[in-house]
């Protein structure tokens, strides 16, 4: 018995089962950090004695008694130390040359986005990357972490500013005062929020800790970049904040008591366009400023040491006289300490290796052989001797000069160790990661096996589910797995996130992949017994691959074997561009051929054994043609080679050459806003002309009104100029502008929806559902609109532009079936992809394309915002595909469930190989700066492609009468 379902169900089922795969994949690929085995807290009354000094367990007394740090957000350190430095903040930068101050380069660890930052700051861990998507909505912080040390110290802790330390440390701070850090269109009142309670709460002497968190120039990033016009007055402002922090600390010093410790610090730096989330010098390089009398006074600019950002972490601590927390791989910024005694500075780093050398215990079973560790050993029975001279009253020069010698063996042993438990980052779940990678190789296998149906004129699959489930190597195949997952999570020692599931839903999950397991091996024993695929789904007997069939395998295939490149994955957009200008190429040379060349009738035209039969489609006319349509069809490849020429200056993406001046910077720049303005009010009215053609007369109306709201909106927020606007113009959020579009943007969707189900249930009328899909299409095209930033209008109208010409003068009058249109637009998603200048770095995401419109952070909007603005290249041309699809119903009835499948094989065999080789190169250099991100934006793809193939589903009305 088995179950015939079309190619369109079938393929989205397929997607489905890999985004769980995937899904798996990511939760055992991203590790847990490195934490002690102890669950319970450091105390300062489990801390080990001094070397040979008795039962004497105690901290050097501390340094400071009262701490204020500034925490400016996405600060680079070219801000502090560089001519903007001495430029915009000249007072800190006074500071820095000629104050009481010690000045470091503190780099931090990708992901550079906020809350691993912070957490990297409090616990001194390497916080795992999946940190980057808990940055939306982070849970209250359990470890053991500074916050924590000082509260149960006693300390009281006043905090403003980024809520997202209210909510990792919830009931720590005895005041505070929470700014959202998502909505980036402010970059002025959520830095008054945090100033208005500054001068009120410096003249209070209730608090121990002040903790700053300044959100406005991450924002000013986010909106304009790094050399915006707006970037020189908010370091002014922040300047004149520490200028204020740092005379109320002076005037509060007295003689005798300890001094007050001012520090400013970056969680991140920025990148050149603006954003964060990546590895570049730009975003890791942060400055740390630390500011008190405590410290000798400088007298020159001295070139910064570079430090790493979890260094901060014990230095804080013991300067406060407070345990180190448990899990920090942190190391002592010695300088520090400079003013302290001997004695003082050498308990310091030994308590400093203990708590490295138990955290080396507790994740290294050969920790003994670990150089670190035993580095350690060594210097701490060194300390041991020279404590011995000491307590002896040796005031010899023999004695300062062990001294010095075990001090600088202890910075080799934390320097040593350190670097060993930053390299470990955390321990993958490997059992999760296989079961994932085995999910998605089965979907693929399952979609590759099935093909000659699924591309047959019937577009149906017979799939031998009954016999499948019924037989005995399903059986067997189930206790199998079921005895390796009873295994394996009574062996395993760390946690795995698979085994941690109930024994029911683990068991549904293994009948699952066991049944999806039979199912592919019974069909290929079908084509095995058969030798051939069944005479009904050969289209042709006599058929073979033409040139660019060839071309599309070869490109696709070999695309894929380049994602095995760290290089070729920082500058994939290099590939695609290649592979879309040698499809244009290939186009030219099909069309001088059917023009100029070959006057074959249909019936000599070759077809491919895998591709859709043609022989339902009218016969078309190949004699002369109109002179006007034969060059606007010689034009088209052309016009399209150009237009991908003009976009590839438009955003310089990747790695290599994202430094250099496009002409997305020069168009942002203040002096061309005129160009801008130009360029963005050409580019709308072209828009309009493209999409309106096949719009009722209601949505031509909403979409011209769409349009000009969209440069309204660009106008309220200062990207582009009105004539009659004047150059003091008020800069606004825009809200009212961009609520306006939406409401167009929600009617003209509402419009074709209407259309849509009167075609699905109503009547099965093929024009009405194709406009109805026109009309979605024109949505979608109107809220790309919108949420593109002003220079990229260009790539909106380049995308319309080329669709219209291929499908005109291409698609259909070369007649190329599903297969080879769905290839073809998938290269040219991809490429668009790039063309906007993402890449596959975090930091290329435009978060502030998620604010449009809102007046806070709203969760599920901004995400969803934010994804369809990085994802409007693909989802524009899939869009196009399926409104493309549906007119072509005449010639083929199955272009649709042939178009369906086709898009999911083309994603999902990047996807299936990316997982297996990630998994290789677990251990790679690069794992964590080039291959994790592309693994984010894999899986976040296959979802959006899933989405898609399930619309395509939806709009596969063809139902042919069973036999």
Known sequence: MTMKIRSSVFASLCLIVEVFGIALFLRGFFPVPVKSSFSSKSKLSDLPPEPLAGNSSKIPPPLFKKVVIVLIDALREDFVFGPKGRQYMPYTRHLVERGSAHSFVAKARAPTVTMPRIKALTTGSIPGFIDVVMNLNSPALLEDNLIWQAKNAGKKMVFYGDDTWVRLFPKHFMEHDGTTSFFVSDYTEVDNNVTRHLDTTLKRDDWDILILHYLGLDHIGHLTGPHSSLIGPKLIEMDDILKKIHTSLISKESEGSLSNLLMLCGDHGMSETGSHGGSSEHEVNTPLVLISPAFKRKVGFETPQSVEQVDVTPTLSLGLGLPISQNNVGRLILPVFEESSLRDRLRFLHLNGLQLSHLIKDSTPSFEKDPGYEQFRIAEKSHGNWMKLYLEGNTSEVLSNMGKKVLKQYLEALKSMSSSLSKQLGRYDMYSMIVGVIVVLEALLLLLVSMAEALSSAAEVDLPLASSLCSLPFYLTCLFFSAVHVMMCTSTESSCYFCSLSWALAFGVIVFFSALLCVVLSITGRWLSWGNPPAKTQTSSNSGFSELDTLLL????????SLGASSFIEEEHQTWYFLLNTLCLALFQDVCRKYFREKKSYKDLEESPFLPSKEDAPTPSYGPRGSNEKWLALATPLVSLACCRVLRSLNQTGVQWAHLPDLGHWLNSSEHNVALSLLAAASLALIFSLVQRRCSLVSKVALALGLLGVYSYRAAVGNVLFPWQRDGRDISKGTVE???????????????????????????????????????YSGVVLLAALLFRPHNLPVLLCCLLTQAMMARYIWKELQYDAAQTTIMHYWFGQAFFYFQGNSNNIATVDISAGFVGLDNYVEIPAIFLT???????????????????????????????????????????PAAAYVVLVTALRYHLFIWSVFSPKLLYEGMHTLVTTAVCVFFTAMDQNRPART
Request: proline share 1%.
């Open 554 to 561: 070869t490109g696709t295939l070999g695309h894929v074997l």
């Open 738 to 776: 961009a609520r306006f579009v939406y409401i167009f943007v929600l009617g003209i969707l509402f419009t074709g929806a209407k259309d849509l189900l009167r075609s699905q249930v109503i009547t099965s009328d093929g024009r009405l559902q194709s406009r109805g899909l026109w009309e979605v």
């Open 867 to 909: 994804a369809f603005s990085t994802y409007a290249g693909p989802l524009l041309w899939a869009c196009h595909l399926v409104c493309y699809l549906s007119s072509e119903r005449e010639r083929s009835t199955a272009a649709m469930s042939h178009g369906c499948y086709c898009f999911a094989l083309l994603r999902s065999i």
